[in-house]
């Protein structure tokens, strides 16, 4: 059974940091790309980073290009997000997608002062 799991959730003020983590199992984590996606209120979910099998290769959208950090250590199945001088908004809810098409639950972070 794939199981995503996401952790980090948080509300943080405009500037801050957060770093989020997804801890996978079910699936040969190392052999798959991973992604974080994110979905605001209102809005359809967007791609907001990629990440490739070895950790070689990553994207991110335009949007958080130099604030945006994506990491993965296949050694303990978990991907990371790390957010900095993050935005009202990045308000979304924050979510990891990989081993195919399996997503995770989601978790929420807030930007606000």
């Known amino acids: 059974q794939v199981q995503l799991v996401e952790s980090g959730r948080g509300l943080v003020q405009p500037g801050g940091s957060l770093r989020l983590s997804c801890e996978a199992s079910g699936f040969t984590f190392s052999r798959y790309a991973m992604s974080w996606y994110r979905q605001a209120p209102g809005k359809e979910r967007d791609l907001v980073a990629t990440i490739s099998s070895t950790g070689a290769i990553t994207n991110y959208a335009d949007s958080v290009k130099g604030r945006f950090f994506i990491s993965r250590r296949n050694l303990k199945n978990t991907v990371y997000l790390q957010m900095n001088n993050l935005k009202p908004e990045d308000t979304a809810v924050y979510y990891c997608?990989?081993?195919?098409?399996?997503w995770g639950q989601g978790t929420q972070v807030t930007v606000s002062s």
């Open positions: 997608k990989g081993g195919g098409e399996y």
